[in-house]
């Protein structure tokens, strides 16, 4: 099975400065077709997990600009450029390249300073 | 609006059974495959299963096959999570969640909606 391992496991931002995490694959995530199966979830405590990313870079619907997915092969990374209130919780990376079974990153929790 | 809605979770013993289940609304439910996914307390995210549009194939974690079984009734929009021979460490928050084509092997390979989770404790 693929492993992905995120870094940090914790980030304490300030509020308008941007963070960014890490999420390291065990083996490269770009599939025979060319696509790479890269997704990011954003879980604010007590909520389920939603959307943010997807294919790396995609922003789902509604999810606000500030927020940017990058990477390739066997790293990758999200971005928020200026960190608000709304945005703590646990961010989670999960591949989809060589599956089954789906696996996620461990989480990497943001909170603010 | 698509919601995803679980419902059946509740106190088990180890070794029984219990059934989940998931009623959607707001998109074609027929034609996109479905998962669960769960979370043990504190902790993060593990996939079950998939289950694909038409219900004929579907795939398990290796630490629940032989022992979930997944199904869904199209004509009800529901989808299914049997549960049985139940341990400890089955203890955590089942959610299900959409994906947005009918089946595994597509270009489309992630979870687009989730629904509100449904908690399973196991103990005795």
């Known amino acids: 099975d693929i492993m992905l391992t995120q870094t940090p496991l914790s980030s304490p931002v300030t509020l308008g400065q941007p963070a960014s995490i890490s999420c390291r694959s065990s083996q490269s995530l770009v599939h025979s077709d060319g696509n790479t199966y890269l997704s990011w979830l954003h879980q604010r405590p007590g909520q389920p997990p939603r959307l943010l990313i997807y294919d790396v870079s995609k922003r789902f619907s509604g999810v606000p600009d500030r927020f940017s997915g990058s990477g390739a092969g066997t790293d990758f990374t999200l971005k928020i450029s200026r960190v608000e209130a709304e945005d703590v919780g646990v961010y989670y990376c999960m591949q989809a390249t060589q599956f089954p079974p789906y696996t996620f990153g461990q989480g990497t929790k943001l909170e603010i300073k | 609006e698509v919601q995803l809605v679980e419902s059946g979770g509740g106190l088990v013993q180890p070794g029984g059974s219990l059934r989940l289940s998931c009623a959607a609304s707001g998109f074609a439910f027929r034609s996109y495959a479905m998962s669960w996914v769960r979370q043990a307390p504190g902790k993060g995210l593990e996939w079950v299963s998939v289950?694909?549009?038409?219900?004929?194939?579907?795939y398990y974690a290796d630490s629940v096959q032989g022992r979930f079984t997944t199904s869904r009734d199209n004509s009800k929009n529901t989808l299914y999570l049997q549960m049985s021979f139940l341990r400890v460490d089955d203890t955590a928050v089942y959610y299900c969640?959409?994906?947005?084509?009918?089946?595994?092997?597509?270009?489309?390979?992630?979870?687009?909606?989730w629904g509100q989770g449904s908690l399973v404790t196991v103990s005795s």
């Open positions: 289950i694909s549009g038409g219900g004929d194939s579907a």
């Open positions: 969640a959409k994906v947005p084509a009918f089946g595994f092997w597509t270009t489309d390979r992630f979870f687009d909606y």
